[in-house]
């Protein structure tokens, strides 16, 4: 009999196009995150060019997709109270001279029941949210 694991974690990677600096801010006021829970870190990487990582630890998911009920279709719908634990990690990283930054997206969560399917249809959500506040921003900044 295979043991259904309860806790995990889900991790994806994309590229952005807008400024990493507007994108991390934007994304704070949007959500409504702590500003004391960003992180940024500077650092001179090879050929001298500047690394710039912002991090936003923890954040709460749940309610914040659930504002977003009516614009997800319900094949795709995952209810997020199915989940004890749904926290975010948002890391961007501008490498100077890029012409695109990184955004890496980390869910950690815990299940209520070992039936329950990982929150793969609330990162894919939560992702595409994230694409398009980097198309609005970019076109914004024409």
């Not at 060019?49 to 977003?68: A, D, N, P, Q, V």
Request: charged share 35%; glycine share 4%; proline share 4%.
């Amino acid at each position: 009999r295979k043991r259904m694991v309860l806790n995990g974690y889900l991790s994806v990677e994309f590229d952005i196009k807008s400024p990493a600096n507007e994108f991390f801010q934007t994304y704070i006021e949007i959500m409504d995150l702590p500003k004391a829970n960003a992180m940024v870190k500077t650092e001179v990487i090879a050929f001298g060019k500047k690394k710039t990582t912002y991090r936003m630890c923890g954040f709460h998911i749940s309610e914040w997709y659930k504002t977003l009920r009516g614009t997800i279709d319900k094949a795709t719908w995952q209810n997020p109270d199915f989940y004890r634990k749904l926290e975010g990690t948002m890391t961007v990283t501008h490498v100077e001279d890029n012409d695109r930054d990184r955004a890496t997206l980390t869910v950690e969560y815990e299940k209520t029941r070992p039936d329950i399917e990982d929150p793969k249809s609330i990162m894919d959500t939560i992702v595409d949210f994230f694409k398009e506040l980097d198309k609005y921003l970019l076109e914004s900044l024409k």
